[in-house]
């Protein structure tokens, strides 16, 4: 199986800084795109920022300019370093890979289990 775990979310201060991390494992034989997705209270999920294997990224205007995603293709992790926080971020951040199981032809998207991300003062 495939498992997407998250980690680094927590309270911060507006204009503070935080780094989410998102590390795959199992039987995986290659991953394609990640990304960082985001569901704050009564609100759908937003796509917050992606990144190729070759490391083209894609931002939401809303993070353009304070976030930055990056990734580790030898660790199978994805970043999100997020900097200048405002509380309009507030929210669930979630982690999402394109994988390609080992054994099987089809790709599938996998998601994290969400870590909290409070801006605060």
């Known amino acids: 199986q495939v498992q997407l775990v998250e980690s680094g979310g927590g309270l911060v201060q507006p204009g503070g800084s935080l780094r989410l991390s998102c590390a795959a494992s199992?039987?995986?034989?290659?991953?394609?795109?990640m990304g960082w997705y985001r569901q704050a209270p009564g609100k759908q999920r937003e796509l917050v920022a992606t990144?190729?294997?070759?490391?083209?990224?894609n931002y939401a205007d809303s993070v353009k300019g304070r976030f930055t995603i990056s990734r580790d293709n030898a660790k199978n992790t994805v970043y999100l370093q997020m900097s200048s926080l405002k509380p309009e971020d507030t929210a669930v951040y979630y982690c999402?890979?394109?994988?390609?199981?080992?054994?099987?032809?089809?790709?599938?998207?996998?998601w994290g289990q969400g870590t909290q991300v409070t801006v605060s003062s």
């Open positions: 999402n890979a394109r994988i390609l199981r080992t054994g099987t032809v089809t790709w599938g998207d996998y």
């Open positions: 990144i190729t294997r070759s490391g083209s990224t």
């Open positions: 199992g039987r995986i034989f290659s991953i394609n795109d």
